[in-house]
């Protein structure tokens, strides 16, 4: 059985984008800012929500960052679900450097 979330495009019947296949349902945007440093890494916490789900990060806008994705843990104590990133680069010597904007698929 097929699941996850079609959108039509303007005419109401050509698809604009169709998440059910293998990637899952859409569960958010994440964007990955220029401002952090590339001597070490951030974080986007996910929550424990996405622990032991495939998780698929689809680059919508490609920029100056190096990320992946996190699983977390399920033991006790474990750590959440997690999007690890740092910057490719140092943000003063290059002004035109762009944010990296992610869609996050669960399934």
Do not use: C, W
């Not at 994440?30 to 929500?49: E, M």
């Not at 698929?56 to 920029?63: A, D, K, R, V, W």
């Amino acid at each position: 059985m097929a699941y996850g979330m079609k959108i039509t495009g303007p005419d109401g019947f050509g698809t604009a984008f169709d998440s059910t296949s293998p990637g899952g349902v859409f569960v958010r945007y994440a964007i990955l800012s220029t401002t952090v440093p590339s001597s070490s890494f951030s974080y986007i916490d996910l929550g424990s929500t996405f622990v032991g789900n495939i998780v698929t990060l689809f680059p919508l806008q490609s920029g100056d960052h190096l990320y992946e994705f996190e699983p977390g843990s399920n033991e006790s104590g474990g750590q959440t679900a997690k999007i690890r990133y740092r910057s490719n680069g140092n943000a003063s010597s290059n002004p035109s450097r762009r944010d990296t904007i992610l869609m996050v698929f669960s399934r």
